[in-house]
């Protein structure tokens, strides 16, 4: 597809790409990076609330433009601008170990909170005090996989759009509501005045998700609390639930960690709102 045109790490487009790393400047553009193929296809085929294209801007190489041609014609299709880079000059951009050569410049499309009620969701994930960027990614990519309306991060979780985040959602990110900086107390009582029960999800929960399910109660609307990988949920998060939940440990592991405790529950309710099959 022709020779770079972005040759110089020193190159202004370089720089501003470069300088969304940090959250800072993240905030004052409003804009955050997405990396990879899969990611970098979901963002063009994506556009905001305002019905405006997402991603505004594509670095590639010229191997990556070769090999994604679909990718790029979607992007130009987007409108956004398609930009080939020195594969040495991209890769001081990315934030990963092995650079595959696209990198996407897409804008902010995090959902107010009351949009979300409005659309009395079934399904949702509340990420309260979850720090690592990674977990929030994975969380947020259970959610989609389940089924899930929304996720919401509360104002003590991590920047919904730290590259780690962004790229451990795997294009999740692109595909369901998200809100973010929302008070875990502004969260728990905007849902529950939708009619959305609130679960905890703790290690050291007095009800069991196996009890739970038997007892037929996780078919109405449920908003998960998921909380620090490290040291769970504080007191006062807890507090606010409706009922605190285990997930069941039958053999001898210590715990599960985030990411593989959020998918269980959120499967649980998934499975237990799905209309039972006649016969």
């Known amino acids: 597809m022709g020779t770079p045109e972005l040759i110089s790490a020193r190159s202004p487009r370089i720089a501003a790409a470069r300088r969304l790393a940090r959250r800072n400047f993240r905030g004052k553009e409003r ?6 193929p899969q990611a970098v296809r979901e963002a063009a085929a994506h556009r905001g609330g305002d019905g405006e294209p997402t ?3 594509l670095f590639a190489t010229v191997e990556a433009a070769d090999r994604y041609a679909d990718i ?7 409108g956004a601008r398609v930009h080939l880079a020195d594969a040495g000059v991209l890769a001081d951009v990315s934030q990963t170990v092995t650079p595959q050569g696209l990198i996407g410049v897409c804008r902010f499309l995090d959902s107010p909170f009351e ?8 399904l949702v994930a509340v990420l309260a005090h979850v720090r690592d960027p990674g977990n929030a990614g994975t969380v947020l990519r259970c959610a989609d996989a389940a089924g899930a309306d929304a996720v919401v991060l509360t ?14 959602s795997v294009g999740s990110l692109f595909h369901l509501p998200v809100a973010v900086g929302v008070p875990v107390e502004q969260a728990v009582r905007g849902l529950r ?3 959305v029960r609130i679960l905890a999800a703790d290690g050291a929960g007095e009800d069991d998700l196996d009890d739970e399910l038997d007892a037929g109660t996780m078919g109405g609307p449920t908003a998960w609390v998921f909380g620090n990988e490290a040291w769970g949920l504080p007191e006062e998060t807890r507090a606010l639930a409706d009922a605190v939940v285990r997930v ?7 715990s599960l960690n985030l990411a593989t405790a959020a998918a269980v529950c959120l499967y ?8 039972r099959r006649a016969g």
Do not use: C, M, W
């Open 55 to 57: 991603l505004t801007e």
């Open 31 to 36: 804009r955050f990076i997405a990396e990879g």
């Open 72 to 78: 790029i014609e979607a992007a130009g299709a987007a």
């Open 268 to 275: 649980a309710s998934a499975r237990a709102q799905r209309p």
């Open 193 to 195: 005045g939708a009619g």
């Open 115 to 122: 949009d979300i009620l409005a659309v009395k969701p079934r």
């Open 155 to 168: 104002d003590a979780s991590v920047d919904l759009y730290n590259p780690k985040s962004v790229r451990a």
């Open 248 to 254: 069941p440990i039958h053999g001898k592991a210590e």
